[in-house]
């Protein structure tokens, strides 16, 4: 990695080039292809707008959360979990995993450095990405410059807030759920849990727990399927059968086999979509809800399922079915998108939306964490990334290509 000074226009601006590839990210992804890169003698350069790895895990979780598959679905390529943790890790023990992978694999984000665009110059065949300090009161800007660029930012890189009548009429708190800590606040409190997934059923059960009154609102149609089977986890359960079976079987007997758990769903206003939970999560993303207890507290009482909201009041809810709630405090389990939009300057991998179509593009651009297949789709990115970056890298050293581009940049 090589400094430049800048001049005229870039006179605020200093110049680093990168031999190798610029990662954008230190969450899971960006460690795991650190990781790949680092066996394959590749050299690269993490960026992470925030002061930690794992800043999403760190900062916006909830103290309760848990991985939701068994710990071998989830761990990173060439470092298993130390035997010693639970089925499902809890969110201390996954960071605590995360911060001895960066350091067991000597990986050294570049910390507190947010990244304004990225942008491949068809002139000089090279990227350049621009970030700013997110440290101090004085902004100062770095341009990397190199030949590869790796996003690595995630599906949850930003909080999504709907537009919901009324909402800003609400004279109570309201939270999106990445800044949703426990629930112990809300002791005796009406709160009204917006959003019905993993995240939305377990604050639910959260808050049940603390002695609060919470309220889910189930708008659409989802799958609620236990978290085990048995005594087995239901996606190893999955996993097994789908060697054997096709997909449309599998989700079959997923849904017999939760039917003799939960019985009807509809009945306590969970109603199932019309695609099984596999192929709903295969065709649109859609992941399906593993239960740790939230619905036994829905089919008890002790949290109220209900539908779609028509709009907010100054201290209540109307619903659609026409119903009104009083409610003290409102969290919002809405989700996340990714922010790769508004920085990345290209139109073929990455769709409007952020998301991209595949994990390798044009010019050297690559995506890793996207699958929406969760950490086990992280290692599986990871993996092919490391492989291909390693031979186009071993190709040019064998060729040294590497050092022609310099000419290019010490312009600046």
Not at 264 to 293: A, E
Request: charged fraction near 20%; hydrophobic fraction near 35%; include cysteine.
């Amino acid at each position: 990695m090589f400094s430049f000074s800048g001049e005229n226009d870039f006179s605020s601006r200093r110049c680093v080039w990168v031999n190798g590839p610029v990662i954008v990210g230190a969450g899971p992804s960006g460690l795991a292809v650190s990781a790949c890169l680092r066996e394959q003698g590749v050299p690269f350069v993490v960026i992470e707008r925030s002061d930690c790895i794992a800043s999403l895990w760190q900062k916006r979780t909830y103290n309760r959360l848990k991985l939701h598959l068994p710990k071998k679905f989830c761990q990173l390529p060439k470092l298993p979990f130390p035997e010693e943790y639970p089925e499902y890790p809890t969110k201390k023990q996954f960071i605590t995993y995360l911060e001895n992978y960066a350091q067991k694999l000597d990986i050294k984000p570049q910390f507190n450095e947010c990244v304004q665009s990225a942008k491949y110059d068809e002139a000089c065949h090279l990227w350049r990405v621009v970030t700013v300090s997110t440290t101090g009161y004085t902004r100062s800007e770095t341009e990397y410059i190199c030949q590869m660029l790796v996003i690595a930012t995630g599906e949850n890189a930003e909080g999504v807030v709907p537009e919901i009548d009324g909402l800003q009429e609400f004279s109570g708190e309201v939270i999106h759920v990445k800044d949703y800590k426990s629930g112990e606040k809300y002791n005796g409190k009406k709160v009204l849990v917006v959003g019905c997934g993993n995240s939305g059923m377990e604050i639910s059960l959260d808050l049940s727990n603390h002695n609060a009154k919470p309220s889910i609102v189930i708008r659409s149609s989802v799958h609620v399927l236990p978290r085990e089977i048995m005594g087995k986890s239901t996606f190893d359960l999955a996993m097994m059968l789908m060697k054997w079976l096709p997909l449309w079987l599998v989700d079959k007997l997923l849904l017999i086999l939760a039917w003799f758990i939960f019985g009807n769903t509809q009945n306590y206003g969970i109603k199932r979509p019309s695609l099984g939970p596999l192929q709903l999560k295969n065709h649109h993303g859609k992941t399906p809800v593993l239960d740790i207890g939230a619905f036994e507290k829905i089919r008890s009482g002790d949290i109220t399922a209900v539908p779609g909201i028509k709009r907010f009041n100054c201290n209540s809810v109307e619903l659609v079915n026409g119903e009104t709630l009083e409610i003290d405090s409102v969290v919002l389990a809405t989700g996340y998108r990714s922010n790769v939009a508004y920085w990345l300057q290209e139109n073929e991998l990455f769709s409007k939306n952020g998301f991209p179509n595949g994990w390798k593009g044009k010019h050297g651009l690559y995506a890793s964490g996207f699958t929406r297949r969760g950490l086990a789709g992280v290692s599986a990115d990871a993996i092919k990334i490391g492989q291909d970056i390693g031979e186009v890298w071993k190709e040019d050293l064998k060729n040294q290509k590497l050092p022609t581009h310099r000419r290019c940049i010490s312009t600046f």
